[in-house]
C-alpha cells in the first residue's frame, strides 16, 4: 500500500506517524510540504477527503494563527486554504492519505485507521 505523507520532518509526531506506516508495510511518498506547500486545490482535495472544515487544518496554537487573523468569525474556506498555502507551517501535521482516504495523524497511531 502506498501512503503519501504531508510531513515534518521537525515534528515528533509526523517522525512518528512515519514510522508507524513503515513498520505496517506502507510505502511512504514522504511530501515535506513547509519546502513544497500544497496548493490551494490541493488542500481543498484534503479537506474533502478529510471531511471536516477548513479550520481544522489549522495549527490554532501558533502565534500565526492569530496574527494572520484566521481566528476572526467567518472565514470562507478560500481565505483559510490561501493562508495554508502562504504559510504551510500552520498546516495540521502530519497527514496522510491512502485509497482515496485521509487522516490528520495525531495522535500518530490514527494513521492506521488508513492502512
Given at each position: 500500500?502506498?501512503?503519501?505523507?504531508?510531513?515534518?520532518?521537525?515534528?515528533?509526531?509526523?517522525?512518528?506517524?512515519?514510522?508507524?506506516?513503515?513498520?505496517?508495510?506502507?510505502?511512504?511518498?514522504?511530501?515535506?510540504?513547509?519546502?513544497?506547500?500544497?496548493?490551494i486545490a490541493e488542500l481543498g482535495q484534503?479537506?474533502?477527503?478529510?471531511?471536516?472544515?477548513?479550520?481544522?487544518?489549522?495549527?490554532?496554537?501558533?502565534?500565526?494563527?492569530?496574527?494572520?487573523g484566521l481566528d476572526a468569525a467567518g472565514?470562507?474556506?478560500?481565505a483559510v486554504l490561501a493562508a495554508l498555502?502562504?504559510?504551510?507551517?500552520?498546516?495540521?501535521?502530519?497527514?496522510?492519505?491512502?485509497?482515496?482516504?485521509?487522516?490528520?495523524?495525531?495522535?500518530?497511531?490514527?494513521?492506521?485507521?488508513?492502512?
Amino acid at each position: 500500500m502506498e501512503v503519501t505523507l504531508l510531513h515534518n520532518p521537525g515534528c515528533s509526531k509526523s517522525r512518528a506517524a512515519l514510522a508507524l506506516a513503515e513498520t505496517h508495510g506502507a510505502s511512504v511518498k514522504v511530501v515535506d510540504y513547509v519546502a513544497s506547500p500544497p496548493t490551494i486545490a490541493e488542500l481543498g482535495q484534503l479537506l474533502d477527503l478529510l471531511g471536516v472544515e477548513p479550520l481544522a487544518l489549522v495549527r490554532d496554537g501558533d502565534a500565526l494563527y492569530a496574527e494572520l487573523g484566521l481566528d476572526a468569525a467567518g472565514m470562507t474556506r478560500t481565505a483559510v486554504l490561501a493562508a495554508l498555502h502562504a504559510h504551510p507551517q500552520l498546516l495540521q501535521r502530519p497527514i496522510a492519505v491512502a485509497n482515496g482516504k485521509a487522516v490528520i495523524a495525531r495522535p500518530p497511531e490514527a494513521i492506521l485507521d488508513i492502512l
